[in-house]
């Protein structure tokens, strides 16, 4: 059974800085298998990237996927206020527990 | 659009069943797989299932398996997510994610777009 660690669980930027979100499997996986997924409270998660680097369809080229192996990372370029959220990695069907961009 | 329209929350008592239903629009019914996924309150993500509306095949995570059932209607393009003896533990948002693959093709495990969630509550 593979194991998705999310690394930090927290994150505390101001809208404009860089986010780097890491996802760390317990085995080697294939990355044409891994997703990412933002959740905002009360809502339905998205998707973001599938296949560690494609973005699903109208999500802002500011989201990027990247990684193989067992480590892979979300970047969000430049974060505006929207983005604040619970960001999810998925590798089959197992999801990380989840990192929280807050607002500084 | 494409659109997942979700049954209302529910509160059953420990033992009880509950039936989430989940209304496709937007696009054709047969041609996606259809998956359930849990929240519990505060916590992560948790898949339990797959249906092909096609034929109704259905494939369970080894965890519910023998107390979940999920069935479809292709007359109303609603998929069901049935789970029986509840638990406190099954208190959770449940919601169902359309695959981004095509049927027949393999699914995808990537789910887009997802309904708006049932939130089942369990309590005596």
């Known amino acids: 059974e593979i194991v998705l660690t999310q690394s930090p669980g927290t994150l505390s930027l101001s809208p404009g800085e860089r986010a780097t979100l890491s996802c760390r499997a317990s085995?080697?996986?294939?990355?044409?298998?891994l997703a990412w997924y933002q959740q905002k409270p009360g809502q339905a998660p998205r998707l973001l990237i599938y296949g560690a680097s494609s973005r699903a369809t109208g999500i802002p080229d500011r989201f990027s996927g990247s990684g193989s192996g067992t480590d892979f990372t979300l970047t969000i370029s430049r974060l505006e206020p929207e983005d604040f959220a619970v960001y999810y990695c998925?590798?089959?069907?197992?999801f990380g527990g989840g990192t929280k961009v807050e607002i500084k | 659009q494409v659109q997942l329209v979700q049954s209302g929350a529910e509160v059953k008592k420990p033992g009880a069943s509950v039936k989430v239903s989940c209304k496709a629009s937007g696009y054709t019914f047969t041609s996606y797989y259809m998956h359930w996924v849990r929240q519990a309150p505060g916590q992560g993500l948790e898949w339990m299932g797959i249906i092909n509306p096609s034929g109704g095949s259905t494939s369970y995570a080894q965890k519910f398996q023998g107390r979940v059932t999920m069935t479809r209607d292709t007359s109303t393009s609603t998929v069901y997510m049935e789970l029986s003896s509840l638990r406190s533990e099954d208190t959770a948002v449940y919601y169902c994610?359309?695959?981004?693959?095509?049927?027949?093709?393999?699914?995808?495990?990537?789910?887009?777009?997802w309904g708006q969630g049932t939130l089942v509550t369990v309590s005596s």
């Open positions: 998925q590798q089959y069907l197992a």
């Open positions: 994610a359309r695959d981004i693959v095509v049927v027949p093709a393999a699914p995808s495990n990537w789910f887009d777009p």
């Open positions: 085995q080697s996986v294939s990355s044409s298998y």
